[in-house]
């Protein structure tokens, strides 16, 4: 029964010899752990201190401790004592009515790692809103105080003070919506939504930005594309943020290129589901593929100062790789350092039975 139990669980006569461990804590610690002091296994001081407290005579206690290999691992060690009362023992040390311990240990990693992500994002979020809350603070006592008199000075600081309130409230938004999208990122979306018409409106939001840094913005569609199954705001959300990255990163007089196509994956032996995608190339820098596993994360920039100056929070990937997520959808980022980036989101397609011969089919997959 012992052996069935999904968390280890390991018993200690009171020589500290280990008299029993069940399958999972022979399979986290090796075969070679029963009949040998505990701390031939278990070397944490502090667990040890605390089965040592409890053999003689203390009260059950519980311990967090870390094993770093192979992968770093925390546990909380449940230390309880079992006393024996009466005669017998097994003679093999533990003496009669003598006490043994029972060690539970529970893997807690996924627990600490959540508190950790929490933790570093309320301090991620302070930060990006306390830098233009203390500009406009002192701009604010610079305007009561020095430049009260000076009308040239006070416009130029209003202007600043207005960018920064709204740099402010632009990140608050993200975040909300961060939140929103997290919330039910487990209930896929049922509408349908048409990508080549998102597509024209967020470039048509982008283009005077794109303009004025005199970039080509591009749209490659194909006549008739399949309808996604998907919310149109959130499409429009990652279409947006994706183009306004390209816009933002590519070099001036270049092109950013939207291209959307069907596609049906490879047959896996199973049916393959028809899917839309939609990429977004840019003549960027591009980005080192050091980074590229860690762009999606909250507040994760590759220059933090650069991004900053362009007006960007570092929400922007990670609003597009949950909304990617809720859609059932993939997002693959290709880039070069030196020739640019392109960001692709792959996305079901709404197939009902009339739509479904839009989709063009590879042969040998027939539905
Ligand atoms: N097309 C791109 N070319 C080069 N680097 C990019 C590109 N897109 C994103 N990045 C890098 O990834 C980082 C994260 O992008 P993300 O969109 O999440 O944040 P942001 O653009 O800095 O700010 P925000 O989108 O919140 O305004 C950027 O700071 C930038 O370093
Ligand atoms: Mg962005």
Redesign the pocket.
Request: charged share 25%.
């Given at each position: 029964m012992l052996e069935a139990l999904h968390d280890p669980l390991i018993l200690i006569a009171s020589d500290r010899r280990v008299t029993l461990a069940n399958l999972a804590a022979r399979g986290l610690f090796g075969e070679r752990m029963t009949d040998r002091d505990l701390a031939a296994t278990l070397r944490n001081p502090h667990l040890l201190g605390a089965v040592d407290a409890v053999m003689a005579g203390g009260a059950s206690r519980m311990v967090e401790f870390t094993l770093p290999v192979p992968v770093e691992r925390v546990f909380e060690a449940r230390v309880k004592p079992f006393r024996r009362g009466g005669s017998g023992g097994n003679g093999s040390g533990d003496g009669a009515g003598g006490t043994i311990i029972i060690l539970t240990l529970h893997d807690i990693t996924a627990i600490k790692r959540s508190e950790q992500m929490r933790a570093d994002f309320v301090a991620n979020a302070s930060h990006e809103l306390r830098t233009p809350l203390a500009t406009l603070l002192g701009f604010i006592e610079t305007l009561r105080g020095p430049a009260r008199d000076d009308a040239e000075a006070r416009d130029r600081f209003l202007g600043i003070m207005h960018e920064q309130s709204r740099r402010m409230s632009?990140l608050v938004n993200?975040l909300l919506s961060l939140s929103k999208i997290e919330l039910d990122e487990h209930t896929t979306p049922t509408s349908q939504a048409d990508l080549a018409r998102i597509a024209r409106s967020a470039v048509a939001a982008l283009e005077l930005k794109a303009a004025s840094r005199k970039i080509k913005l591009v749209l490659d569609a194909p006549a008739s594309l399949p309808l996604v199954t998907g919310d149109e705001d959130q499409l429009t959300q990652v279409l947006q943020?994706l183009i306004?990255?390209?816009v933002?990163?590519?070099r001036d007089n270049t092109e950013v290129r939207v291209t959307l196509a069907p596609v049906t994956p490879a047959s896996g032996g199973r049916r393959p589901a028809p899917m839309v995608s939609a990429s977004v190339a840019?003549r960027?820098?591009?980005?080192d593929r050091t980074?590229l596993p860690r762009?999606?994360e909250r507040f994760?920039?590759?220059?933090?100062a650069?991004?900053r100056a362009?007006?960007?929070?570092?929400?922007?990937?990670?609003i597009v790789k949950h909304i990617v997520n809720r859609h059932r959808g993939r997002l693959t980022i290709e880039?070069e350092v030196g020739v640019g980036?392109t960001?692709t989101v792959l996305l079901p397609a709404a197939v009902s039975v009339d739509e479904g011969a839009q989709v063009p089919r590879t042969a040998g997959s027939a539905a």
């Amino acid at each position: 029964m012992l052996e069935a139990l999904h968390d280890p669980l390991i018993l200690i006569a009171s020589d500290r010899r280990v008299t029993l461990a069940n399958l999972a804590a022979r399979g986290l610690f090796g075969e070679r752990m029963t009949d040998r002091d505990l701390a031939a296994t278990l070397r944490n001081p502090h667990l040890l201190g605390a089965v040592d407290a409890v053999m003689a005579g203390g009260a059950s206690r519980m311990v967090e401790f870390t094993l770093p290999v192979p992968v770093e691992r925390v546990f909380e060690a449940r230390v309880k004592p079992f006393r024996r009362g009466g005669s017998g023992g097994n003679g093999s040390g533990d003496g009669a009515g003598g006490t043994i311990i029972i060690l539970t240990l529970h893997d807690i990693t996924a627990i600490k790692r959540s508190e950790q992500m929490r933790a570093d994002f309320v301090a991620n979020a302070s930060h990006e809103l306390r830098t233009p809350l203390a500009t406009l603070l002192g701009f604010i006592e610079t305007l009561r105080g020095p430049a009260r008199d000076d009308a040239e000075a006070r416009d130029r600081f209003l202007g600043i003070m207005h960018e920064q309130s709204r740099r402010m409230s632009r990140l608050v938004n993200d975040l909300l919506s961060l939140s929103k999208i997290e919330l039910d990122e487990h209930t896929t979306p049922t509408s349908q939504a048409d990508l080549a018409r998102i597509a024209r409106s967020a470039v048509a939001a982008l283009e005077l930005k794109a303009a004025s840094r005199k970039i080509k913005l591009v749209l490659d569609a194909p006549a008739s594309l399949p309808l996604v199954t998907g919310d149109e705001d959130q499409l429009t959300q990652v279409l947006q943020n994706l183009i306004d990255n390209a816009v933002k990163y590519t070099r001036d007089n270049t092109e950013v290129r939207v291209t959307l196509a069907p596609v049906t994956p490879a047959s896996g032996g199973r049916r393959p589901a028809p899917m839309v995608s939609a990429s977004v190339a840019d003549r960027g820098e591009g980005i080192d593929r050091t980074h590229l596993p860690r762009l999606t994360e909250r507040f994760y920039r590759v220059d933090a100062a650069r991004s900053r100056a362009l007006g960007g929070t570092g929400l922007g990937l990670a609003i597009v790789k949950h909304i990617v997520n809720r859609h059932r959808g993939r997002l693959t980022i290709e880039s070069e350092v030196g020739v640019g980036s392109t960001f692709t989101v792959l996305l079901p397609a709404a197939v009902s039975v009339d739509e479904g011969a839009q989709v063009p089919r590879t042969a040998g997959s027939a539905a």
